[in-house]
Nanobody, 120 residues
Framework: QVQLVESGGGLVQPGGSLRLSCAASESIRSFNAMGWYRQAPGKQRELVATITSGGTLRDGDSVKGRFTISRDNAKNTQFLQMNSLKPEDTAVYYC??????????????WGQGTQVTVSS
C-alpha cells in the first residue's frame, strides 16, 4: 500500500511563504502524476497543482504565479512552494499521486493532509 506523508504546514502571516513536502513510501517514478489539492471548511476539494512523470505542470487558477510544484525523484518526494500567501489559501492540503494499471484503470493515493493557516 502506497503511503504519502505530508509535512511543512503551519500558521503564516499574509504575504508569507511555506514549503510543503510529501514523501512517498516507494519510488515516485512509478506514478503517472503527483500533485496537491486543498479543502477549506465548507468547500469542495480543489486542485492546487499537479506534475506528471514527464514534467507537465498544471496549476489551479487561484494559485498561478504564487505556488510552484516540484519533485525530487531521488528522494521520492514532491514539494509545493507557496509564496505571497493569502487568507483564502487557508485549507487542509493533501498530497496526491496516481498510477495506471495494465487494464487501463487508475489508482489514486492520498496523504492524510496538512493544515495551512494564513492569518495575521
Amino acid at each position: 500500500q502506497v503511503q504519502l506523508v505530508e509535512s511543512g504546514g503551519g500558521l503564516v502571516q499574509p504575504g508569507g511563504s511555506l514549503r510543503l513536502s510529501c514523501a512517498a513510501s516507494e519510488s515516485i517514478r512509478s506514478f503517472n502524476a503527483m500533485g496537491w489539492y486543498r479543502q477549506a471548511p465548507g468547500k469542495q476539494r480543489e486542485l492546487v497543482a499537479t506534475i506528471t512523470s514527464g514534467g507537465t505542470l498544471r496549476d489551479g487558477d487561484s494559485v498561478k504565479g504564487r505556488f510552484t510544484i516540484s519533485r525530487d525523484n531521488a528522494k521520492n518526494t514532491q514539494f509545493l512552494q507557496m509564496n505571497s500567501l493569502k487568507p483564502e489559501d487557508t485549507a487542509v492540503y493533501y498530497c496526491y499521486a496516481d498510477r495506471f494499471l495494465l487494464d487501463g484503470s487508475r489508482l489514486n493515493y492520498w496523504g492524510q493532509g496538512t493544515q495551512v493557516t494564513v492569518s495575521s
